[in-house]
């Protein structure tokens, strides 16, 4: 392997992880920065940091078109950074975001079925898209309306469902070091 310029950067260097809420980007980026050794960052972490309140505050003071301005920042903040990003479920939501993912690989989806996801996850307040009414309708509306925008901007897509948390980060470095 070719010495490394300051400067340089390489698929290796900054991770993103995608998907539905729920999915354990977060726990799985933590993970998954230990073993690379690097940093997590995590974009939800990074707004509820800058603004000072809860993503649920933020989204009952100043609605979710707030936030979103908050997680484009954000992302583009993090997306030059060497690190494990875990982004927001709705980070694909924006244009502007997915070109961003695009344009920085590698993108990792962990992908799951809204019925895994709402085990893990219904009834969450800190979730404000699901925190009332339906959590299993609401997130199988939400992967109708987000998995083909994942799929445009992943570059390895894992089955979450049937695979343990550190099996998807061995395969997660695998991919990365055969990248």
């Known amino acids: ?13 900054r991770p993103v992880l995608i998907g539905l ?8 980026g933590r993970r998954l920065a230990r073993k690379l050794k690097m940093p997590l960052i995590d974009l939800d972490d990074a707004i509820v940091t800058q603004a000072g309140c809860t993503i649920p505050e933020i989204f009952a003071r100043q609605g979710e ?15 030059t ?15 502007d975001n997915c070109e961003l993912l695009r344009a920085h690989p590698p993108v990792i989806w962990l992908k799951a079925s809204p019925e895994f996801l709402a085990d893990r996850i219904g009834g969450d ?3 404000p898209l699901i925190a009332s009414g339906d959590a299993l309708q ?8 987000r998995d083909p925008l994942y799929q ?3 570059d390895l ?16 470095t695998q991919f990365l070091r055969a990248s």
Do not use: W
């Not at 897509?157 to 997660?172: A, F, G, H």
């Open 152 to 154: 445009q901007c992943a």
């Open 1 to 13: 392997m070719a010495k490394k310029e300051k400067g340089d950067c390489d698929r290796y260097d």
């Open 21 to 28: 809420m729920g999915v354990g980007k977060s726990s799985i």
């Open 81 to 95: 950074k060497r690190a494990v990003i875990a982004t927001g479920g709705g980070v694909v939501g924006s244009e």
């Open 125 to 127: 307040p800190n979730r």
């Open 157 to 172: 897509v894992l089955p979450r469902d049937c695979m343990k948390k550190d099996e998807i980060v061995t395969v997660i």
């Open 138 to 145: 609401r997130l199988r509306e939400l992967a109708e309306l």
């Open 65 to 79: 078109a707030a936030f979103r301005a908050m997680e484009h920042a954000a992302l583009q903040q993090a997306i």
